[in-house]
């Protein structure tokens, strides 16, 4: 079985600090994870994908997020908001069966205060 | 990047009518396309799994008679809204899953059906 968890329902940050948004997951399968953005009315934006490959996975505008196997999360972290940023952020898992379903967190609305 | 459309990007209709969405992988085919449902402030939940020249699959709760997903080709899959009711009204969202390199799944814009 899988889940996946996004520890905060809400974030709020001031331009031009960090951005940490948290998020566990479980699996019986070596897991793919992946973050999404989603901007108001806005299809799903891919930001950065983990495919068991290195750890460290740097994404788009800046993003990044780091698996960690023993603690089970796959944070995702910026270290300079930007306006722009704000926005709705899914975790997502992708197990290792062939249908390629993917599990999507409950989200994390990012709020960038000027 | 690969390209996922949708059209209509809204939709407002009468209850007891039908509608249709369709989802087109604009620059790669797509043997299965994935259909989700988004209420308002909620997350993505899977609907159904689209495949091309094939039945749907739907999840568990779904009804499939309700929601009709047809994949008649390698870049179109539709979804028919039958007989909807406001309780339908929602974000629809479909993406495409692309084999070529790292699998991908790339999604489109979303459709915003109001049922009146």
């Known amino acids: 079985a899988q889940s996946v968890t996004q520890l905060d329902s809400h974030v709020s940050v001031s331009e031009g600090t960090p951005v940490l948004l948290r998020c566990n997951y479980s699996s019986s399968y070596s897991p793919s994870l992946f973050w999404y953005v989603q901007h108001p009315n806005k299809g799903l934006q891919l930001l950065l994908k983990?495919?068991?490959?290195?750890?460290l996975v740097k994404g788009i505008n800046g993003f990044e997020a780091e698996f960690k196997k023993s603690e089970t999360s796959f944070h995702l972290t910026k270290p300079s908001a930007h306006m722009s940023d704000a926005a709705e952020y899914f975790c997502v898992v992708r197990g290792s069966s062939n249908t390629g379903k993917l599990l999507f967190g409950q989200g994390t609305t990012l709020q960038v205060k000027p | 990047g690969a390209v996922v459309s949708q059209h209509p990007s809204w939709v407002i209709c009468k209850s007891g009518t039908s509608v249709k969405i369709e989802c087109r992988s604009l620059d790669f085919q797509a043997t299965t396309m994935f259909w989700y449902r988004q209420f308002p402030k909620q997350s993505l939940m899977l609907m159904a799994t689209s495949n091309e020249g094939s039945k749907a699959t739907y999840e568990q709760g779904v009804e499939k008679d309700k929601f009709l997903i047809n994949h008649a080709s390698l870049t179109l899959s539709t979804l028919t809204v039958t007989s909807a009711h406001p309780e339908d009204s929602s974000f629809y969202i479909c993406?495409?899953?692309?084999?070529?390199?790292?699998?991908?799944?790339?999604f489109g814009p979303g459709t915003r059906l109001l049922v009146l």
């Open positions: 983990y495919t068991s490959a290195a750890t």
């Open positions: 993406s495409a899953r692309d084999f070529g390199g790292q699998e991908t799944q790339y």
